[in-house]
């Protein structure tokens, strides 16, 4: 009868009941665990600099992903291993809130050091440290599959450069190459214009997502990150002040000009040489 599957109800509400479990703290050991090094490999994850001499360990950047892909698997690869590709820094991180709703996930994230990407926490960090933000979001995963081409939500995008010039944190653009080609999504074209309007009011993703073998699984598609030239933007500037939406603009203009350099930098060394990004 009904207990036969009974098993299958307490699984569920152990899982589910993770999300009452403590999570909050950097866990080196977790992030080096059996399961990141398999994904590392499996991605065959490598990272690149435009021009790494230039940076400063003391300077507090803004560390600008994209894109998010239908899972950001780049920049949750890269927070694994931070502490090698920024030796010399410290490097904090904001996600989407509902993601850290999500039993397990919130949890990997949690021991990753990652707050809630509110205005509040990424100006809070930004204050000790450098902090990376994937910029794309959930709108962001609606853009990723097969095409000619890259395609980025960045154009209406500005709240990480308010953030930025608030503090006056230098914008490094990262592109991860490879990211949107991991999975396929029935869902995340035009054709479901409802399903997406439907996702982003409610601030969760709803597609039937597939990859290799026509299962949830990732494509074995390499990731590489790549770190472009930050962006400066002068000295902190406060929101009340009669430049500060200049400021923004301008500075935003100039992070475009940044990651399309970047992407270009880079995109032979990924074997792309044919594949325009467009924003």
Known sequence: GVWRYSWMLYTWIAIM???LLPCSGYWPEFLDSWLFRSWRRYFSFSYVFSDFDALSPETKYTLAELPHGIMPFGPILAGTVARQIFPDWEVGAITASNALRVPLIKHMFGWMGAKAA?????LKILERTSCAVVVGGLAEMFMC???PCERVLLSTRKGFV??????????????????????EAIGADNSFIKLKSFSRKTKMAFMIIYGRWFTPAPKRVPIMMACGRPVEVGEPMEPDHPDFAARVDEMH?????A??????????AYGWENRPLII
């Not at 509110?118 to 990424?122: A, D, M, P, R, V």
């Not at 308010?162 to 999975?183: D, E, K, T, W």
């Not at 990651?259 to 032979?268: F, G």
């Open 118 to 122: 509110t205005k509040e926490n990424f």
């Open 253 to 257: 203009s100039k992070f475009i000009e």
């Open 17 to 19: 009941s993770t999300v």
């Open 145 to 147: 599959g097969e095409g």
């Open 162 to 183: 308010r953030c930025a010039v608030q503090r006056g944190s230098p914008i490094m653009p990262v592109y991860h190459f490879g990211l949107s080609q991991l999975n």
């Open 259 to 268: 990651l399309l350099q970047t992407y270009d930098d880079h995109k032979a």
